[in-house]
């Protein structure tokens, strides 16, 4: 796969609706993101050309999705993320609960200004 848009459409409904959402939220927050594919999963940069420090990523499973915003991220928003499996620098998305559009938006807002302030 080449583009990010190919790589929703390569899953499943849900898994390919909840990659969809969090794709526009992460537009939404930074329209000017440059998507592409590292790792083999989804990116978006967060700043003109950023390498992986500088980006969220996101991957498609059978059961969840998987959401990458860096582990400063994760470790600020422990306690919003507490009913999630989370390690480091990952929190997974399970395809049979609602997706927390405002908590991604907000991890994604918090990540950018973390990023603009260097």
């Not at 459409?9 to 849900?14: G, L, M, N, R, V």
């Not at 999963?41 to 059978?62: C, E, H, N, S």
């Amino acid at each position: 796969m080449e583009t990010v848009a190919e790589y929703i459409q390569s899953f499943e409904a849900k898994t390919a609706e909840y990659l969809q959402q969090i794709r526009e939220i992460v537009h939404a927050v930074h329209p000017e993101t440059e998507e592409l594919i590292n790792y083999k999963i989804a990116a978006f940069t967060l700043k003109p050309g950023a390498k992986r420090d500088g980006q969220v990523r996101m991957a498609g499973y059978a059961k969840h999705v998987g959401f990458y915003p860096q582990p400063q991220t994760i470790a600020h928003f422990s306690e919003a993320l507490k009913d999630y499996k989370s390690a480091k620098g990952s929190v997974q998305f399970p395809l049979n609960k609602e997706l927390p559009k405002d908590l991604i938006r907000e991890m994604v807002l918090y990540l950018k200004q973390e990023i603009e302030r260097g």
